[in-house]
Structures are given as C-alpha cells and as structure tokens.
C-alpha cells in the first residue's frame, strides 16, 4: 500500500461523509465521534478543499448543520451536498412538481417546489410516515401516469440507532418499483452524478478529489 | 384454436380462481359475478372434479366460504386450497416459529402454531398493519436470525378495490428482501407447489386438470 504522502500526491478537495463519519444520531441529536471535531478544523486548516457530502434526508441542510456546529463541528449550510437540495434542482430543470413522501423535518427544503397537480413522486427515509396510507397513496399517484417517475434519496438498506435497526428507504423505493414496474432514479450517494456535482460545487475533479 | 370438446378431452378436474372470478370485493363483502353461480353449479353437476384456489389472505377459510355461500355459490371450506393453512402445514413440517405480519382477519388460521421465540417470518396482504412499525419489527427479527427465513403469502403487486388501487403484500415482500438480502419463499400463485399441493387435494394429475 502506497504511503499517505504518496497517495495524496495531487488530491486538491476531500469529500466528507457526516452521519456515522462525523458523528452518531441517537437521543438528544447525537454525539461527534472521537477526534472528528479536530479533524475537520485540521483539514480546514490545510490547503485542501473540503465538503461534506450526505444522505441525510430525515433534516433539512440547515437542521443538520444547527446540530453540527452545536457539537462542534466548523461547518457551513453552503458546505454540504445533500439529496433534498439536489433533487429540488433536477425538479425545476425538468419541470416536474411532486408528490412527497417525505419526513417533516425536510419539507422545508422543497419550500420553493410546486406541489400542485403532481407528475411524480419523490421518497426519502420517511420513518413513521412510511404508513400503508401513505405509501398507497404514492402508489395511486405513479399508476395514474402516462409515464411514472419515482425520485429516490438514497437507497440505503437500514441504520443503525440506538433503539436497533431501522429501515431506511431503499426498501420503500423497492416496494414502489415492484408494485408499479418502474425503475427510480436514486438521487444521493451511490449515484456518480451525485458525487460529481459535489465536486463540482467543490471547484474540483474527480482525479483530484479523496 | 381447438374446440372445447377436444380441449376438454382427458382433463378430469377443475381449478378455480375465487375473488375476481367468482365475485369481485368491495363494500359490504362484495358481488358475484354474473354467471358465476350458475357456473360453479353446472361444473358441480358435471363429471369434473372442482377445487377452488387462492390467494386470498385477508380472511380465513371460513369467513371466505360464509361470504361466498351468502353471495348464492354452492362451497365448502374443505374444497378451498388457501396460502395461511398450506404455510401452516409448512412450519410444521419443518419446526418453524413464525413472527406473523398478517391481516387480523386471517390470524386465526394460526392458531394452533406456536409463534414464542420466532424462526422465521411469515407476511400476507396485511393492508393497514403494513405499518413503519410492524415492517420494522419484521425486519428486525430477520436481522437477528442466522439463517432469515421470510414466507409471502402470494407475490401480487397491487389489487382493486372500489376505492381504487390498493398495495398487496408484493411490493412489502420484496422491501423485506432488499433490506435482508434475501429470498422470500412465496407460498400462493403463481408458486408450482401451490397449485401441486390443490392438484393432490383434489385426486387429480397436472395433465388432468384445467
């Protein structure tokens, strides 16, 4: 294996994971996991770029960096790439209004969104909300497409809280492909497109990014 | 095409659909089909052997056999061959403790089946009780098998009730295999076995049967 040095020869952006890399959800927010604090003042202080880049879709962009800095994290809403704002460009560049099913904590993002009228359907990790009514629902509004879109942020299997496990929304994006024959288009991490504009609102290339 | 005649010739039984053959659902129980009576009446009166198969798993055997003698149809519960008694034959063959994801209608086919200290998981169309909840505790029991064992009763994708489409277990059976990698064993149409398991209960080879 290449030294640190070494393998850092030309990276000019580092692309940082929050949940589970910066610090752990459960009760009362969460907690920042040993030594992270340090090393985002540390990369901060260098001559990389840094972003941070997430599947968070259970709190808008501005809940989650409250809940960082409370921590202490050195971190800025314009700093993070996360699904929500992502799909909110897609929408209005395609001229699509959807149907949400979505939890409460990152309606806000779609504040600016039109809703009415709807011609496809966006998920996120919905939890509690992820009831058969609403699920139906989303279902009845795809099935009365000509041609059904479903938006999916992220795929994510399941997460770990403290509680256990809980279902994340990769498999409500499954039960909806399988009941309606469609494929979703999965906006987040693993999406190459999601990474790219990451680093595109970075300000650097892939080949140069860790 | 053949004529029915030579169609018919050699086939020695009849297997028989029930909810959107012989009546539809809908308020207040449902309606039968026109000429539905008549025709399980004729076939009875016939040479041919009738079996009624399927899928339906929100109600028991018997609840499913009073509603359908009320709607005019000549039915016993013994003719019916249904997903709950042939998954009920299943755990017992093969010691198997289910956690039950099922429609209150149809729990009382469990009855005798011990579900303390769960092995495995069974789902049917459980409608309203497909709730974030009760998926999640599925899912966790699955998680904390060694060996997950999930059964569907059926595989359908969606059905229709007056009120529109509505989610069958399908789409909640394959959320619970992408969250698990795993496999589910589908018990019910279109399963070979489901159709085997009626063929033997009624006497009748495959080759003999329409």
Not at 121 to 144: R, T
Request: glycine share 12%; hydrophobic share 40%; aromatic share 8%.
């Amino acid at each position: 294996m290449a030294a640190w040095g070494e393998r850092l020869a030309g990276v000019r952006g580092v692309l940082l994971d929050i949940s589970g890399v910066l610090y752990d959800g459960g009760e009362g927010g969460g907690a920042a996991i040993a030594g992270s604090v340090e090393a985002v003042a540390r990369l901060k202080r260098s001559r990389l770029k840094v972003r941070f880049c997430t599947n968070e879709s259970q709190k808008s962009r501005g809940d989650l960096v409250r809940l960082l800095r409370r921590l202490g994290f050195d971190i800025s809403e314009g700093e993070v790439t996360a699904p929500a704002p992502a799909t909110c460009l897609i929408l209005k560049e395609r001229g699509l209004r959807p149907h949400l099913l979505v939890h409460d904590g990152v309606r806000s993002e779609f504040g600016q969104i039109d809703t009415s009228n709807p011609n496809c359907v966006v998920i996120a990790d919905a939890g509690e909300d992820f009831s058969y009514q609403n699920m139906n629902k989303a279902f009845q509004v795809l099935m009365e497409l000509e041609k059904p879109i479903l938006f999916s942020l992220g795929k994510g299997r399941y997460y770990k809280e403290t509680s256990g496990l809980m279902l994340d929304v990769g498999p409500y994006m499954k039960a909806l492909e399988y009941a309606c024959g469609i494929e979703a288009e999965v906006v987040g991490k693993p999406s190459p497109e999601f990474f790219k504009s990451a680093l595109r609102e970075m300000g650097v290339d892939a080949s140069q990014a860790q």
